[in-house]
């Protein structure tokens, strides 16, 4: 009977361990689903931001070459060499960044919209394409509405790629070396900011 009884013990504990082991490995494998999904649902997020963000893959420094035909500006506004405030967020960490001005041309600026070579989903109103960066449209003006194709490489993709000018107007336009708020190493060269999109210390 003693013997029964310390069987029966035994057999009722072991019941409990495997129960309790296998609760266990189920809820593990809910946590790691949960993760999966939770993984997924942030990278859709940050996929989902980076596409509204048409600046995101903006090559964020240059060599600094220019079109040989573009004019330097007889009178900017930010003299080369002088220190300004950047007024306009084309990339994250550039609103409110300090500028070095390293060049001021006198140009015709475009917002254009374009499909890129790389096959990604259409950029729309990217700022700036300057005239003297359109193939075949280095000495005329453009109007709104019309289509070209775009030399500038300022992003993956956008050399050589078919755009529509949605606006333009007549400008200096600013080569400029800063620091991103957000950190990080500077930036040199970035093209382009008009007059309008920096402002005096």
Request: proline share 3%; net charge neutral.
């Amino acid at each position: 009977m003693k013997n029964n009884k310390l069987w029966i013990t035994f057999m009722l504990a072991s019941m409990l361990i495997l129960m309790s082991a296998c609760s266990g490995a189920d809820e593990e494998k809910d946590d790691g689903n949960k993760s999966a999904d939770e993984k997924t649902e942030t990278q859709k997020k940050d996929t989902d931001t980076n596409s509204a963000k048409d600046h995101s893959k903006m090559e964020h420094s240059s060599s600094g070459e220019v079109p040989k035909d573009l004019q330097k500006a007889k009178d900017p506004k930010f003299k080369v060499g002088s220190k300004a405030m950047i007024e306009t967020d084309h990339m994250p960490g550039m609103k409110g960044a300090e500028a070095k001005i390293v060049g001021a041309f006198d140009t015709t600026a475009y917002v254009v919209s374009y499909d890129p070579t790389t096959g990604e989903k259409r950029v729309k109103d990217h700022k700036w394409v300057i005239r003297e960066e359109i193939r075949d449209h280095k000495d005329k003006e453009i109007k709104p509405g019309s289509k070209v194709t775009l030399e500038a490489d300022h992003m993956k993709g956008m050399k050589g790629a078919e755009a529509m000018i949605e606006s333009a107007k007549k400008t200096t336009v600013y080569m400029i070396d800063y620091v991103p708020t957000t950190g990080g190493k500077e930036v040199k060269n970035h093209k382009w900011v008009t007059d309008d999109e920096l402002s005096s210390k």
